[in-house]
């Protein structure tokens, strides 16, 4: 039932709401250019190891690298994605009220740099959507992805981090950053039904052109 309420609720944006319809423009016209550019070169692991983007233990709820356990195999972008909440030793996601984001143990939790590398882009003006754990999004949304930093690793190797909280980001475009540097606070903007980090690699700058590229995580 909740994914029906997600995805009867994202259906409504995309139609109704003029960021979706051009948020979806985008999205479907760069995937065609990306699925072109995925069929002349080889999608291959990049080298460079990735660190994970917190600190502590966290639960992959979403994502993997074969097409059963895909973020979303047929998003090219977000195919090697991966997105990832705290839980506590029940299991439980929040506590006390599940009804609001600020009640979740990822809300607000630091987020760090994967590896060493230049931000490029980044979003930080979306508000959070208070309400969570409802299976729906807020359908006045501008922008699907929240509040996100993208950051240039290499030639090719760029992380995308997404669903950050409002006014979080301490990075600027063209800011150098560590690994392990806090860069932003977990939150619960763009198209997210409970406080979580999205972060995938793309060979591309622009989110809605890049390739979606596995990631070789280290000291995992």
Known sequence: MMYLKYFASVFIWQFLNPFGIWQSILQNGGQVIAILRS?????????????????????????????????????????????????????????????KAQNYYAFGQDVLAPADGMVINVQNNIRDYDYAGSGTIILRRQ????????????????????????????VKPGDFVKRGQVIAKCGNSGHSTEPHIHFHLQDHPNFYLAVGLPILFENI
């Open 39 to 99: 069929r002349v070169s080889n999608v291959v692991t990049p080298s460079i190891p990735m660190s994970l983007p917190f600190e502590g233990y966290w639960t992959v709820i979403n994502g993997g690298n074969e097409k059963l356990s895909s973020h979303s195999w047929n998003l090219i972008t977000q195919r090697y994605a991966y997105d990832l909440i705290i839980t506590n030793k029940d299991g439980k996601k929040y506590n006390s009220d599940g009804s």
């Open 143 to 170: 922008d699907m992805r929240g509040n996100y930093l993208i950051i240039r690793h290499a030639d090719n190797v760029y992380s995308f981090i997404a669903h950050l909280r409002q006014n979080s980001c301490r």
